[in-house]
């Protein structure tokens, strides 16, 4: 009896997971929506978008971007960790949302490190702090003089808990500076009012910012690592400031418990698009080095930045409710 009721439920067992098998070896049989949670015309945005044709040509199936902003990407994020982990909603992640916001945010929608499983990076970019022009800097050492004789002034960013927040606020404890945090939903608005006076300085990605500094309606005074989009603006290190070789790196994943060939299938399709020439220049005249890898890399890196991130946070003292 024992061996018959043994016999039964590893029957059961093989029949209870029939779906599953069935629906990995079909996906995707209809459009995949990927959420970036950030709002249209920013870095994550139009680094997704430049992957969105060829990733829909990969897999057989429209891919449909969908823009979902709010609270440095946490709202987006939070809404991609409550989808059905069936395949057919996957979430484009950054630094920013998976590795600062656990340990900026007391309420976070999502766990980063519980609440998703990660398909692979998309690439990686580093930083550039623009100005605007009025300031008349184009070094570390001029702004900071410039904006010492002003006497306070304000930074920009992509949204609270970003990296873009986290690093102006790095930058203004580092030199003593007397900077007001200026937030915005997204990239775009934050680039209109820095180009428009607005607001100061800001950090952001050369994605979005490099269209604006080549044609002078910003300046750059240094990136967090060589760039050959912007390759007349020296890092960080070389004016001195070694710690500041911070890069954000780009990528995708699904929701826990989507099956594992399902996160196999789309990881394919994403590292054969990155390989394609045209996309590797496309994303390299963005600022972006593709990062084709493994699913586990991703995850670890995930693992590795919380940490990270968190031994800096606190060193900055920034924190949001």
């Keep these: 009896m024992r061996r018959t009721f043994s016999h039964a439920l590893l029957k059961c067992m093989a029949f209870a997971l029939l779906p599953v098998a069935a629906q990995a070896q079909s996906w995707p049989d209809k459009p995949v929506t990927v959420i970036v949670p950030f709002p249209p015309g920013g870095g994550t945005d139009l680094v997704v978008r430049a992957l969105q044709p060829t990733l829909s040509r990969e897999l057989g199936q429209t891919v449909v971007i969908q823009n979902a902003g709010g609270a440095g990407g946490t709202v987006g994020s939070g809404q991609a960790a409550?989808?059905?982990?069936?395949?057919?909603?996957?979430?484009?992640?950054?630094?920013?949302?998976?590795?600062?916001?656990?340990?900026?945010?007391?309420?976070?929608?999502?766990?980063?490190?519980?609440?998703f499983d990660y398909v692979g990076f998309i690439g990686t970019s580093p930083y550039v702090l623009a100005v605007h022009p009025s300031l008349k800097a184009t070094d570390v050492a001029a702004l900071v003089q410039a904006m010492k004789a002003r006497g306070n002034g304000t930074y920009a960013s992509v949204g609270a808990g970003t990296v873009s927040h986290l690093l102006g606020a790095?930058?203004?404890?580092?030199?003593?500076?007397?900077?007001?945090?200026?937030?915005?939903?997204?990239?775009?608005?934050?680039?209109?009012?820095?180009?428009?006076?607005q607001v100061d300085i800001m950090f952001d990605n050369p994605v979005g910012l490099a269209p604006f500094v080549q044609g002078g309606k910003l300046s750059a005074v240094a990136t967090t690592a060589p760039?050959?989009?912007?390759?007349?603006?020296?890092?960080?290190?070389?004016?001195?400031?070694?710690?500041?070789?911070?890069?954000?790196?780009?990528?995708?994943?699904?929701?826990?418990?989507?099956?594992?060939?399902?996160?196999?299938?789309?990881?394919?399709?994403?590292?054969?698009?990155?390989?394609?020439?045209?996309?590797?220049?496309?994303?390299?005249?963005?600022?972006?080095?593709?990062?084709?890898?493994?699913?586990?890399?991703l995850t670890q890196a995930v693992t590795h930045d919380l940490a990270f991130w968190g031994d800096l946070i606190t060193k900055v003292g920034v924190q949001l409710d």
């Design 227 to 297: 760039t050959s989009i912007l390759p007349n603006v020296s890092t960080f290190a070389s004016q001195g400031m070694a710690d500041y070789t911070q890069t954000l790196w780009y990528g995708l994943a699904f929701p826990k418990g989507t099956p594992p060939a399902v996160v196999a299938r789309m990881n394919e399709a994403l590292n054969k698009a990155l390989r394609e020439p045209a996309i590797a220049a496309d994303l390299a005249a963005k600022g972006v080095d593709v990062r084709p890898d493994t699913s586990a890399a």
């Design 170 to 197: 790095m930058f203004a404890k580092d030199k003593q500076l007397d900077l007001t945090h200026v937030p915005y939903r997204g990239a775009a608005p934050a680039y209109t009012d820095l180009i428009g006076g």
């Design 82 to 115: 409550r989808a059905k982990p069936d395949g057919y909603t996957a979430l484009a992640v950054t630094t920013s949302t998976m590795a600062l916001s656990p340990s900026l945010y007391k309420k976070l929608p999502f766990r980063p490190a519980q609440d």
